[in-house]
Nanobody, 127 residues
Framework: QVQLVESGGGSVQAGGALRLSCVAS??????MGWFRQAPGKEREGVAV???????KIADSVKGRFAISRDVAENTVNLQMNSLKPEDTGIYYC???????????????????????WGQGTQVTVSS
């Protein structure tokens, strides 16, 4: 049993910044990352980072978002800068052993059974 606890969501104006954090309570997983889901759209991968420090950022947020982790504390962070209204959505933390997947493929795994998931935190960006 894994529990992922997210924090840091909220409401900001366009151009603002938020920092999301996620802590895994029971185990250190090789892959930890973030997905998001905007109203009326499918869930999409945002960023993922492995225990060895390798990472991948989605093109839609590259240059604005950064992912980092503290392996010893089972924590992954998402620093979101220059936020846009289209960044609005529910952000979900996810973690699993990677299963040998490339990080690009990992970000395409969207189903409930694909990862251990947090309950999500709302991010709202107003114009």
């Amino acid at each position: 049993q894994v529990q992922l606890v997210e924090s840091g969501g909220g409401s900001v104006q366009a151009g603002g910044a938020l920092r999301l954090s996620c802590v895994a309570s029971t185990y250190t997983y090789a892959c930890m990352g973030w997905f998001r889901q905007a109203p009326g759209k499918e869930r999409e991968g945002v960023a993922v980072i492995k225990s060895d420090g390798s990472l991948k950022i989605a093109d839609s947020v590259k240059g604005r978002f950064a992912i980092s982790r503290d392996v010893a504390e089972n924590t992954v962070n998402l620093q979101m800068n220059s936020l846009k209204p289209e960044d609005t959505g529910i952000y979900y933390c996810a973690a699993d052993p990677c299963r040998g997947a490339s990080l690009g493929r990992w970000l395409l795994w969207l189903q409930l059974a694909d990862h251990n998931w947090g309950q999500g935190t709302q991010v709202t960006v107003s114009s």
